[in-house]
Nanobody, 127 residues
Framework: QVQLVESGGGSVQAGMSLRLSCAVSGGLYTNRCMGWFRQAPGKEREGVAAINTATGPTYYADSVKGRFTISRDNVKRTVYLQMNTLKPDDTAMYYC????????????????????WGQGTQVTVSP
């Protein structure tokens, strides 16, 4: 069964950290551009970070550079998003998505047009 399952969201205070996980099954992991996205109420969806599961390069939105780190565990077929120094503006539903591998290097992953989505996990950061 093709599936992406996110976990690790929660409610924290500003300055704290969270680590999100995305467990991938059903053939969507190998040689993919795996991305993390977020969407807050009333705001457009934003591509936060991406990683090529085969070769490892990572990509970040300017809004999270230096605070968020995307990584993967190829044995566990899981992609992580380590979020440090969280801010209230980081409050959103966070989604994991699988994209074709070329989407990482072209940057098109952030548009989420060719993505297969998970159900999302909520992150709430209070002041």
């Amino acid at each position: 069964q093709v599936q992406l399952v996110e976990s690790g969201g929660g409610s924290v205070q500003a300055g704290m950290s969270l680590r999100l996980s995305c467990a991938v099954s059903g053939g969507l992991y190998t040689n993919r551009c795996m991305g993390w996205f977020r969407q807050a109420p009333g705001k457009e969806r934003e591509g936060v970070a991406a990683i090529n599961t085969a070769t490892g390069p990572t990509y970040y939105a300017d809004s999270v550079k230096g605070r968020f780190t995307i990584s993967r565990d190829n044995v566990k077929r899981t992609v992580y998003l380590q979020m440090n120094t969280l801010k209230p503006d980081d409050t959103a539903m966070y989604y994991c998505a699988a994209n074709p591998p070329s989407d990482c290097s072209t940057g098109s992953w952030s548009q989420g047009v060719r993505s297969f989505w998970g159900q999302g996990t909520q992150v709430t950061v209070s002041p």
